[in-house]
C-alpha cells in the first residue's frame, strides 16, 4: 500500500507543481514578449494544452492508485477530490479550450478597445480558463495534503 500511496502522491504532485509553476511564471512569459502578446499567449496556450493533457494521465494513473484504499482513512475525501481535478480538466480540454480557440480574434487582442464585445468575449473566456486551472491546483494540492493526515491506526492506515 505504500507503493500506491507514493504513486499517488508522485503523481499528483508533479501534476499540480506544473500546474503551479506555470501560474506563477506565466506573467514573465508575457513581460519576455511585450508587445508581441499574441506570441506569448500562443506559447502560453500549447504549454496550459500539454500541461492539461499530461495532468489528466497523471491523475488518471493517480486515481488507479487510490481506488483499492477508497475504505482506508481519508482516501475517499481524496478520490472525491481527484475526481474533481480530473473533471475539471476535460471540462477545460474538450469545452473551454475550444470555446476560447472559438473566441479568438482574427487580429491580436490589445488592437480591440477594452469594451469590444470580441474581447470582451474573448476575456470571459480566458478568465473562466484560469479558474478552472485555479480550482484544479486547489483540488490537487486537496489530495496531497490529505494523504499523510489519513494515517490512522490499524486497518485504517494507508
Same mark, same amino acid.
Given at each position: #500500500?505504500?507503493?500506491?500511496?507514493?504513486?499517488?502522491?508522485?503523481?499528483? $504532485?508533479?501534476?499540480?507543481?506544473? #500546474?503551479?509553476?506555470?501560474?506563477? &511564471? %506565466?506573467?514573465?512569459?508575457?513581460? &519576455?514578449? $511585450?508587445?508581441?502578446? /499574441?506570441?506569448? @499567449?500562443?506559447?502560453? @496556450?500549447?504549454?496550459?494544452?500539454?500541461?492539461?493533457?499530461?495532468? #489528466?494521465?497523471?491523475?488518471?494513473? =493517480?486515481?488507479?492508485?487510490?481506488?483499492?484504499?477508497?475504505?482506508?482513512?481519508?482516501?475517499?475525501?481524496? &478520490? %472525491?477530490?481527484?475526481?474533481?481535478?480530473?473533471?475539471?480538466?476535460?471540462? $477545460?480540454?474538450?469545452?473551454?479550450?475550444?470555446?476560447?480557440?472559438?473566441?479568438?480574434?482574427?487580429?491580436?487582442?490589445?488592437?480591440? %478597445?477594452? &469594451?469590444?464585445?470580441?474581447?470582451?468575449?474573448?476575456? =470571459?473566456?480566458?478568465?473562466?480558463?484560469? /479558474?478552472?486551472? @485555479?480550482?484544479?491546483?486547489?483540488?490537487?494540492?486537496?489530495?496531497?495534503?490529505?494523504?499523510?493526515?489519513?494515517?490512522?491506526?490499524?486497518?485504517? =492506515?494507508?
Amino acid at each position: #500500500m505504500k507503493f500506491l500511496e507514493s504513486v499517488t502522491q508522485l503523481c499528483i $504532485g508533479v501534476w499540480v507543481g506544473a #500546474m503551479t509553476g506555470f501560474a506563477m &511564471t %506565466a506573467p514573465q512569459l508575457f513581460s &519576455t514578449f $511585450g508587445t508581441e502578446r /499574441q506570441r506569448a @499567449g500562443d506559447l502560453a @496556450g500549447a504549454m496550459i494544452w500539454r500541461i492539461n493533457t499530461v495532468g #489528466m494521465v497523471l491523475g488518471a494513473i =493517480a486515481l488507479v492508485a487510490l481506488l483499492p484504499r477508497l475504505r482506508q482513512g481519508l482516501n475517499r475525501w481524496r &478520490t %472525491a477530490l481527484l475526481v474533481a481535478a480530473l473533471a475539471l480538466s476535460l471540462t $477545460g480540454a474538450f469545452y473551454i479550450f475550444p470555446q476560447l480557440t472559438q473566441a479568438r480574434p482574427p487580429r491580436p487582442i490589445e488592437q480591440y %478597445a477594452e &469594451t469590444d464585445p470580441v474581447r470582451v468575449n474573448y476575456n =470571459a473566456w480566458h478568465k473562466r480558463s484560469e /479558474q478552472v486551472f @485555479g480550482i484544479a491546483i486547489i483540488l490537487g494540492a486537496g489530495v496531497i495534503l490529505l494523504g499523510p493526515l489519513g494515517k490512522g491506526k490499524g486497518k485504517e =492506515a494507508n
